[in-house]
């Protein structure tokens, strides 16, 4: 059974940090492109950051320069981490995992940003 499980989430001012976690278990977490996605109120769960295993990955414009993803594929561990934390980055924040049309998401850790 997969499973993907999110911590690190809270109450964090304008300008603060977080740094999220997401653990798997379930997957041979080396084959999977791992991502970070938010869902804001009223909004579509959009992607923040993927991490293709070998080094690369992308981000949303909107994160660029202030966050950065980054796995422990020995500990089945993707993190993100976000500087310079805005109130538009105020969401629910969702693990995923994706291989091959296989995808998997975990239970979402809540990040609200206070202006």
């Known amino acids: 059974q997969v499973q993907l499980v999110e911590s690190g989430g809270g109450l964090v001012q304008a300008g603060g940090s977080l740094r999220l976690s997401c653990a798997g278990s379930?997957?041979?977490?080396?084959?999977?492109?791992m991502g970070w996605y938010r869902q804001a109120p009223g909004k579509q769960r959009e992607l923040v950051a993927k991490s293709i295993s070998g080094g690369s990955s992308d981000y949303a414009d909107s994160v660029k320069g202030r966050f950065t993803i980054s796995r422990d594929n020995a500990e089945n561990t993707v993190y993100l981490q976000m500087n310079s934390l805005k109130p538009e980055d105020t969401a629910v924040y969702y693990c995923n995992a994706y291989n091959r049309g296989t995808g998997y998401w975990g239970q979402g850790t809540q990040v609200t940003v206070s202006s």
């Open positions: 379930g997957i041979i977490f080396s084959m999977f492109v």
